[in-house]
Structures are given as C-alpha cells and as structure tokens.
C-alpha cells in the first residue's frame, strides 16, 4: 500500500534532482548546441461519448426488519429457558417457561365461580317463570313481579362476569408459556431461571430479530440531494422511472452481497441533528449473511449519465488553477486544456467542460509535455467503452465517493507514479546535461 512517506520522498528526490539539473547546467559558461527537436512519443484516447450508469455510493448500516422485545406479560418465577442464546428460532417456539401453578389454582377458582353464577341464573330464571302466570291472575304483587325480574337479570350480568374471570385466568395461565412470535436470531437471556419476573420496564427477558428481508439505512446530506436535483434538470443525469433505484450492498470485505433490493422508505423531513435524509432499503436474506448491526457500503443503481466523456485518471493532471489534461491539436502538437471532473468512473473521470467528442487526450506520456511540443500519437482505446451495450451504455459503474479509503489509496498510487517518471525525466535531463557541460569543459 502506498503511503504519505512513499511520496515524500519521492517529492524531495525530485526537487533534489531539479537542483542538481539546475546546478549543473548553470556551471558552463556557454550552452551547448542545440539538436533539432524530436517528436515526444505519447499515448493518447480519442474521446467517444457514451450512455454511461452512475452508482451513488454512500455508507449504511443493516437493521432487523422486525425486531420484537419479549417480555413477561404476567408476574411469576422464570421456571426454565427453553431456548439456546443466540441460535435461530422459529414462529411459536417456546422460549421461557414461567412457573404455571398459581395461574391454574386462579383459573380453577375462576370455573367454580362460573358455576356458581350459573346456578344462580338458573333459580332466578325459574322463579321468574312461576310469577308470571301469578302475576296475570293479580294472584300476586307487582312488586313480586319485578323483583323477579330483576334478580333473573342480575343473575345474567353475575354469569357474563364470571365467565370475563375465567377468560382472564386462561390468558394469565398462557402468558406463563412465552413463544416467539416471529421467526429470526434469539439474543441473549436478561433473566435467569429462577427471577421474579414483572411487567413493564424491568420485564424485559430478550429479542428476536428476523433477518430474512433485512433493512440497509443510509443517509444523503443535503448538498448531495440538491446536487442530484440539479444535475437531473440539467440533463447531466438521468433517473429511473419512479425512481426506482435498485440498491446493491457491499461487506466489509469488499464482497458483493448476492441478493439485491429495492428502496422502501425515504424520510420526507431532513433530520435537524445531521443534516441529513434517512432512506432505508429492504434487501432478500434468505441465508442470514447479513446480520443487524453490519456497516456496509450501500450502491445505489439506476441512474444514468447520457453522452458522458471519460477520461483516464492519469491523463489528469492537477495545476494551481484547477484540473487539466494534454491534448493533441490538428497540427500534432500538444495542447494544454482546462478541465472540470466530476465522479470517478472504475479507473477513469468523468468529465463535465472541457472536452467533446474526437478530442485526442494523452494519457502516457504527460510529464515530457510542454505547450507546443510535437507529438508522435500511438492512440489507444477506452476501456469504458469495451463495455458497452448495444445501446451504448457501460457496465455498471463503482463510483466512489471522495475521501473514502479506495480513493485515497487510488491517488496515492497515481501521484507516486507521476513522481517516478518526472525523476526518470529529470535524471535523463541531468545526465544530459553534464554531458554537455563536459564537452564545454573539454573545449576549454
């Protein structure tokens, strides 16, 4: 891996070798003849527009897409753990067993007051029945009559709420016996057998996550959902219909994950602490490679860049006023042009001013230019465009976002490299030199 002390030093090699040059063409006391001037032997790629993806690279981080507390619903001792911490259970696996007893003494208690009630009901119904007929002949009060009537209705009421107890009693006996109700990784116990256990806050006995789907979150700033808003109404960019943007997902190891997914959640408002949007893909997990928690790199496809110009990484050379390239004019000569880059395109730019389509851009060969220096052109070919579909369009493209850690180590690498060859061209111009200054020296 290139690192920062690689380039130092190939930095103070090249001013030590520029002074040394300098020194030493100094030293004559007139210069030497000068040859003819040859042609600089360069590379160059003609530019060729083509319809290219963009992939909008962002950082995330997985989460269960139900992810569901257990807790003790009544009060009672844990009896036993009947799960294993950390393994995967099933929908309706029983996972904590809570001691049953007391709860079956409640709903055994519950059934005898039913009976009672209904016994009760029965004797206010019959006595009812008797005074009617009574109550037609005037053989008894109308007091009578409604007092009938009215311990038939309370002995009703009294049933309906014995059989209330004893449907509370079954649901306080099940609570006992806890069963997962989905299907994912169990975490670990907060109990162990043998606790008191209570609703509420301090009920909390563990969680199971399901897995399969799985939700990558990620967020976009506001800058990059503005920039994206104008480059579509320019016309830079291109989004799916609906925007419906498939998303790809990226490990730690920079392995694929196989299973792609769709967007399914935006947030409508921008987050006041951060700054930011938060979207949430869901993904298929069917094997549980992924588990919550995971940071990977989310890539979000779809979006296209009609008409792009790539160029090489190396063909770009950076200057105090900006980016620039090398270009071969009409007359064969070399031709500085400003550019402005934008995204990076596996190994090349895009390019947003600067060049069009038939520009003739040097790729090897840059550090021996100069503005008007002729050139001898060995042209090559674009490797985005050995890509292309029958439509013109590249593969998909890994775009990364500046300052990541690939980015980094790719500009390392690409300025150790341009270093290396401006010491080969200085050190072919010092000995050059101190030829000519000994031939000055030996005239004299």
């Known amino acids: 891996m290139v690192t920062f002390s690689q380039v130092s030093v190939l930095a103070r090699m090249l001013v030590a070798a520029g002074l040394t040059g300098l020194c030493l063409f100094g030293c004559g006391r007139q210069e030497p003849p000068t040859a003819a001037a040859k042609a600089v032997e360069v590379s160059a790629q003609r530019i060729a527009l083509a319809d290219t993806p963009v992939v909008f690279q962002f950082v995330g981080q997985t989460e269960s897409s139900r992810q569901v507390e257990i807790r003790a619903r009544v009060e009672g001792f844990l009896e036993k753990i009947a799960y294993q911490e950390g393994a995967q259970v099933q929908e309706g696996q029983v996972l904590f067993q809570m001691d049953s007893k007391p709860f079956e003494a409640a709903l055994q208690q519950a059934r005898g007051e039913l009976a009672l009630q209904q016994a009760r009901l029965e004797t206010a119904v019959a006595n009812l029945r008797r005074i009617k007929p009574l109550a037609a002949r005037n053989a008894v009060s109308r007091k ?59 009920g909390l006995l563990t969680y199971v996550a399901q897995l399969d789907p799985i939700w990558v979150s990620f967020s976009i700033s506001e800058n ?51 700054g930011t949007f938060l979207v949430r893909a869901e993904l298929a997990n069917p094997d549980g490679l992924l588990r919550p928690g995971q940071f990977v790199r989310v890539r979000v496809l779809g979006a296209l860049q009609p008409q792009a110009v790539l160029v090489p990484q190396r063909a770009v050379m950076e200057g105090a006023k900006g980016a620039f390239v090398w270009v071969v004019n009409a007359e064969q000569k070399a ?88 010491v080969q061209d200085l050190a072919g111009e010092q000995n050059a030199t101190s030829r000519a200054a000994g031939q000055l020296e030996g005239q004299r």
Request: charged content about 25%; hydrophobic content about 35%; overall charge negative.
């Open 144 to 202: 009578d009559l409604d007092d009938a009537s009215g311990n038939e209705k309370a002995a009703r009421a009294a049933v309906l709420a014995a059989q209330g107890a004893v449907r509370g009693a079954e649901l306080n006996l099940g609570y006992t016996t806890i069963h997962s109700p989905v299907t994912g990784l169990a975490s670990k116990t907060e109990q162990q057998e043998g606790s008191f256990l209570t609703p509420g806050p301090e």
């Open 224 to 274: 990059e959902l503005l920039s994206y808003r104008s480059q579509e109404q320019k016309g830079i960019l291109q989004f799916p219909p609906r925007k419906d943007f498939e998303v790809e997902v990226v490990l730690a190891d920079g392995s694929v994950f196989p299973h792609r997914g769709r967007i399914s959640f935006a947030e409508p408002s921008l987050s006041t602490e951060t």
């Open 335 to 422: 031709e500085l042009r400003a550019v402005e880059v934008g995204r990076w395109y596996q190994d090349q730019w895009f390019v947003d001013k600067g060049l069009k389509a038939g520009d003739l851009v040097v790729v090897d060969g840059v550090m021996k230019l100069r503005p008007g220096v002729a050139v001898q052109v060995a042209e090559t070919h674009s490797g985005g465009a050995d890509g292309a579909t029958e439509n013109g369009s590249s593969a998909p493209a890994q775009t990364e976002q500046p300052g990541g850690e690939a980015d980094e180590q790719a500009q390392l690498e690409e300025r150790l490299r341009r270093l290396e060859s401006l």
